[in-house]
């Protein structure tokens, strides 16, 4: 007899394309944030896959607060145009330099990401955004429907969220309302990874392990760079890390690891206990209710 089963990574990637289709077929104005990080870059394929043999129906946008990694850039820049996508960046450069907002004292721009993504969704009247949350990164995302409704202020009340019965999704809103869409929701750390190397799915150098010159800050390793200078009394040493997830270049830190191939990442990621932001992001260290405040105020 014939086995109709699937595997458990098919049926999540199943599951993300036939989120992708609802969204194209119910809202008007979808557009894919992509920021050059494993996750979104997962999300780029999918659509890929949705739609084929038919180009991806919607816009990638990138909110840029110009401290990325140059190797990131680099990638996005390359597998926008090895796919097609129109890309749409909002800048936040340029928000500071029209006076919309302010840079922190401390020179960190991702709190002031939000008001320009939500220009951005105002200005290209987009009424679906894509990201790339999943519920496993962090207890705010975790009570995250697929489907996330946003007022016509782009914020979340996640005591008026719609029920998802059945994966059965409602995807309507009023005039200025958004819908924020999760097709990797329901994955893990390991099912991207895993995805990553059965779909041989090219990636920025950052993600494997190589010798950089870091510096020991609260516990974490940060990579000296243009955006992370040695402060006095901090020692820069040489460390083989890599990056699990990626951020800005001043709030990302690495990881102590070995791993330079797909295969050798999926063995580490199935032996932590500690999920990537909480192992590598300090703009989540500062207080227990970080993510959830910035997603109130409209944050992804």
Not at 9 to 35: D, G, K, M, N
Not at 244 to 269: K, P, Y
Request: glycine share 6%.
């Amino acid at each position: 007899m014939s086995d109709y089963r699937i595997s458990h990574i098919a049926a999540l990637e199943a599951e993300a394309i036939f989120i992708f289709r609802e969204v194209a077929a119910t809202c008007q104005r979808p557009v894919l944030l992509f920021s050059g990080g494993k996750d979104s870059i997962v999300m780029l394929h999918l659509a890929q896959k949705a739609f084929a043999p038919a180009p991806v129906p919607f816009p990638v946008m990138h909110v840029d607060t110009g401290q990325n990694f140059a190797e990131v850039i680099d990638y996005r820049d390359r597998r926008v145009a090895e796919t097609g996508v129109q890309l749409i960046v909002a800048s936040v450069q340029d928000a500071i330099d029209r006076g919309m907002v302010t840079e922190p004292p401390d020179g960190t721009r991702n709190r002031i990401q939000t008001p320009v993504l939500l220009e951005a969704a105002e200005k290209y009247q987009f009424d679906a955004l894509f990201g790339g949350a999943r519920r496993d990164e962090e207890k705010a995302r975790a009570k995250e429907r697929v489907f996330s409704f946003r007022d016509d202020f782009g914020q979340w009340d996640p005591k008026n969220q719609r029920p998802e019965l059945w994966n059965l999704y409602n995807g309507r809103v009023h005039p200025g309302e958004q819908i924020r869409v999760f097709p990797l929701s329901n994955w893990t750390e390991l099912d991207v990874w895993r995805y990553i190397g059965s779909e041989s799915i090219p990636l920025p150098e950052v993600y494997f392990a190589s010798e950089r010159e870091v510096v020991d800050r609260g516990g974490m390793l940060y990579a000296v760079n243009e955006f992370i200078q040695p402060r006095e009394g901090e020692t820069v040493f040489k460390e083989t890390v890599r990056y699990r997830t990626v951020g800005d270049a001043n709030l990302t830190a690495g990881v102590r690891s070995e791993a330079r191939t797909i295969e050798e990442i999926i063995a580490e990621v199935e032996s932590t206990r500690i999920t990537e932001r909480g192992a590598t992001r300090g703009d989540d260290k500062t207080s227990e209710a970080a993510m959830e405040d910035r997603k109130r105020e409209g944050y992804f």
